[in-house]
């Protein structure tokens, strides 16, 4: 099965949130190695003196429907 890892920026203020930017990062063939690549993104973002911002999230969701 294929794994999606994308990113969604929300847009927060004091009254509601909504999608700013979302974007396909990359395509796996499994959830494993779809958490190992997010997992890698924070490790990488750390390393080089950064954090994530809280408004950006990060997430793996399997690509469901018939292979060509």
Not at 9 to 28: F, G, M, P, Y
Not at 55 to 60: D, E, I
Request: aromatic share 8%; glycine share 4%.
């Amino acid at each position: 099965m294929t794994w999606l890892l994308f990113m969604v920026v929300l847009q927060i203020n004091q009254s509601d949130a909504w999608v700013k930017h979302a974007e396909i990062i990359q395509t796996l063939h499994s959830e494993k190695s779809c958490i190992r690549e997010m997992k890698k993104i924070f490790a990488d973002a750390k390393e080089q003196g950064n954090e994530v911002p809280k408004m950006v999230n990060f997430g793996c969701v399997p690509l469901k429907g018939r292979s060509i």
